[in-house]
């Protein structure tokens, strides 16, 4: 998909690019204040074991700047900014204002502000320079984007040689006897759930579309590729629900 004018994905339905840019900002409008609560249901809880593999696997080291993308409520922005240290940075961007600044008020609570720096951006047009960052990631941000194709270029456009690039997103679930009941909990239960926490049960519907049309593991490795990266790999989490992509910019 491309962020032009042509003919995107916006769950099921079939939109303008602008439409969905339009219709994305809304969901995450309405679910920011609950997002998190939401998270912990959703996920089990299991999603913060899945950012914290993240973290570790792109080997923060004290003094790195760090660009978590689709940052959001800051989870990753938290963990990044105390592998960096006082000498590293991290910047939290977010297409959403209101996402970005639940997240920026949660890194004040959690004192970790003097490192941390919020930019709102646009993933497809980051703003910042050529080889700017030494770790640069998105988690459960990339379906969400209109031109994942892009974004992944910009992704590695700002990454500094030797830097590392992480991807981590809901994929295709391997397990096929799982199959039946992962999907009446995606599109039974958890619409039901976004309706008694969030007060919107259409947006966490479209969130469970969204998860069905995002490329697959080896689809989305092959993005990463063509976007430059080099030894690329990924690896599925809780039978393939979940899978971290990771690559280098040599």
């Known amino acids: 998909m491309t962020s032009g004018g042509g003919e995107v994905d916006f769950g ?15 969901v995450f409008d309405s679910v920011a204040d609950s997002y998190d609560v939401m998270n912990d249901l959703m996920s089990f809880g299991l999603h913060r074991v899945w950012k914290r593999m ?5 080997r923060v080291q004290p003094g790195d700047e760090v660009l978590d993308i689709a940052g959001g409520t800051g989870d990753l922005s938290l963990l990044f900014a105390r592998h960096a240290g006082d000498t590293g940075q991290v ?3 977010d297409i959403n ?25 646009n993933a497809e047009a980051l703003p910042f320079p050529d080889g700017s960052f030494d770790v640069v990631s998105i988690a459960f ?3 969400n984007v209109t031109g994942k194709q892009t974004a992944l270029g910009e992704m590695y456009r700002v990454l500094r040689p030797g830097g590392r690039g992480l991807v981590l997103e809901f994929s295709e679930l391997k397990l096929r006897a799982l199959r039946p009941a992962y999907d009446a ?10 309706q ?6 259409d947006s966490y519907r479209y969130l469970a579309e969204s ?7 080896e689809t989305l490795l092959a993005m990463m590729q063509t976007a430059g990266f080099e030894q690329c790999r990924y690896r599925n989490m809780a039978g393939g629900i979940v899978a971290l992509h990771n690559g280098l910019r040599l």
């Open 12 to 26: 099921f339905e079939t939109v303008s690019a602008a439409e969905k840019t339009r219709r994305v900002r809304g």
């Open 54 to 58: 993240a973290v570790m696997a792109a």
């Open 91 to 93: 910047i939290i961007s």
């Open 97 to 121: 204002g209101e996402m970005l600044s639940v997240g920026r008020d949660r890194l004040l609570d959690e004192g970790m502000s003097a490192n941390v720096r919020p930019v709102q951006a």
């Open 141 to 143: 941000g990339l379906r």
């Open 185 to 194: 909990f995606s599109f039974k239960i958890l619409p039901r759930l976004g």
């Open 196 to 201: 008694l926490v969030a007060k919107d049960a």
């Open 211 to 217: 998860i069905r049309m995002h490329p697959d593991q």
